[in-house]
């Protein structure tokens, strides 16, 4: 992983944006901000293409995406076209899953305006950006940027709640299996005697 941005620099972008990122997407004929329009412009200064899959889910007409998810991936936009990202080495092949993929993630867990609002979410997008993107915050360590943003990570508590809920349940499953088997043999047992 490369050394990349300062944090400090990006949380203070997140703070600064505009408004007008947060207003209603457009979706459906009816919202003001065209969310494909403004990904397409900031990947377009990075010389990429918006593929057309990503650009159809950015537009507001399919189905399963919610507003949540478009007015994150406007956020997001307004953070990634800040002049500082262009200094530092972005993989091309990085760029699209951050839309595709991080970004659906995040507006599961909570709504967008907490990304800007709340300083955890705040830095919890920053630093799921830069780790998406293959790097490290100025100053960090591999372990240090892991374990901080496992730390403000509301998809990784999540995923670590639906792994002790599956446990759990597991856990009951074989307590209970045990439990009927030890009175299956003991039943056994009295009908011998």
């Known amino acids: 992983m490369l050394s990349g941005p300062s944090l400090d620099v990006l949380l203070r972008r997140l703070l600064d944006m505009p408004p007008d990122f947060l207003e209603p997407p457009r979706r459906a ?25 990503l650009r159809a889910t950015l537009s507001g007409d399919l189905a399963g995406v919610d507003a ?10 307004w953070l990634m076209a800040d002049a500082y990202w262009n200094a530092l080495a972005i993989a091309p092949e ?18 967008a ?12 997008l920053v630093r799921t950006v830069v780790a998406r993107l293959g790097l490290l915050p100025q100053g960090e360590t591999a372990a240090q940027a ?14 670590l709640l639906d792994a002790s809920r599956a446990a759990e349940a597991r856990a009951r499953a074989i307590r ?18």
């Open 29 to 53: 004929g009816s919202g003001r901000l065209h969310v494909a329009a403004v990904v397409g412009d900031v990947s377009a200064a990075r010389s990429l293409h918006l593929p057309p899959a």
């Open 68 to 77: 949540n998810q478009l007015s994150l991936s406007a956020v997001t936009a």
């Open 94 to 111: 990085a760029w699209m899953p951050l839309f595709a993929e991080a970004v659906p993630a995040l507006a599961a867990s909570t709504s």
């Open 113 to 124: 305006d907490r990304f800007v609002f709340d300083p955890e979410r705040r830095e919890e």
């Open 146 to 159: 892991a374990d901080r943003l496992a730390r403000v990570s509301g998809v990784e508590r999540q995923r």
């Open 176 to 193: 209970e299996a045990l439990a009927r088997k030890a009175a299956e043999e003991s039943a056994d047992k009295w009908t011998r005697e």
